[in-house]
């Protein structure tokens, strides 16, 4: 049986690692269901919804070069129904965010305008930021300074 890309398989989870689970599949091969790919919301750890020796129906969403096969558990089913009122997911040009300036040809949003530091504690935590970003800017150059052959050598 020659499974391929949208095929449907009966599968069992063997391993579980940080970035997903691997799962056995007919034909003594195997494949990866990715993290984000196990359920509709967010998954923080693999182990709070799958474990070793669970069967479980997944989906080939893919096939590389080196014949990994790629695995969805969630493209399976259906996905949950939307609350009502939820704002629907975005795709592709969709429509003008809140706070966008119409433009010929479209929607452009408008740049976020920087807030002005209103007491001495905001003051101060804006001047630590810019500081540490001026500090680690020279650390780069100076070690990328450093690393070059023939340097000013003294």
């Given amino acids: 049986m020659e499974f391929g890309v949208g095929s449907i398989l009966e ?7 940080k970035f997903g689970a691997f799962v056995s599949l007919p034909e003594g ?26 069967e479980v129906k997944v989906k080939v969403i893919g096939i590389d070069q080196n014949n990994r096969i790629n695995l969805s558990i969630k493209k399976v089913t259906e996905p949950p129904p939307r609350p009502a009122g939820a ?11 809140p706070g966008a300036v119409p433009r010929q040809g479209g929607y ?10 209103t007491d001495f504690e905001d003051k101060l935590k804006q001047f630590m930021q ?16 450093s690393n070059r052959r023939g340097g000013n050598r003294r």
């Fill in 29 to 54: 091969r195997s494949g990866l269901v990715h993290i984000s790919e196990i359920a509709y919301t967010y998954v923080n750890e693999v182990s709070e919804y799958l474990h070793e020796g669970q």
């Fill in 130 to 145: 810019s500081s540490d970003s001026k500090l680690s800017e020279l650390r780069y150059i100076e070690k990328k300074g």
């Fill in 87 to 97: 704002p629907r997911p975005r795709q592709g040009t969709s429509a003008p965010r």
């Fill in 11 to 17: 599968g069992k989870v063997t391993g579980i690692t």
């Fill in 108 to 117: 452009v949003p408008r740049p976020a305008q920087p807030k002005e530091p």
